[in-house]
């Protein structure tokens, strides 16, 4: 039995012991800065940077509330920056359209 006493002083008894099971896996699709800097293959400390530098090159900005970045976006930059853009085949069709309207809003 496990006695707990929350926050606000209520008195929470679990009679045994509850472990949560993940159902199914679920891909983040915005990631923190760290994770973002291993998508380019690059430390943290390098990507911080040249953050400013590869957004001016129209790198995808953070999340302004969250501070993730959108790993689809940034896949879609990378892909663009030696080719025309195009429809990523790669992505599901939901996705490529959202993606191609978030860089359409930010760059035209």
Not at 10 to 31: A, C, H, Y
Not at 38 to 54: N, W
Request: net charge positive; aromatic share 8%.
């Amino acid at each position: 039995m496990v006695d707990y006493r929350c926050a606000q002083g209520v008195r929470i008894i679990f009679l045994e012991e509850q472990t949560m099971s993940i159902r199914f896996k679920v891909d983040p699709g915005d990631v923190p800065p760290e994770k973002a800097a291993r998508r380019l293959g690059i430390s943290l400390e390098r990507f911080l940077e040249l953050l400013p530098r590869l957004l001016s090159r129209g790198f995808p900005p953070s999340d302004p509330d969250t501070g993730n970045y959108d790993l689809d976006a940034i896949d879609v930059w990378r892909a663009a920056r030696h080719r025309p853009i195009a429809p990523d085949l790669r992505l599901p069709a939901a996705r490529r359209g959202i993606v191609a309207e978030r860089l359409k809003k930010l760059y035209g």
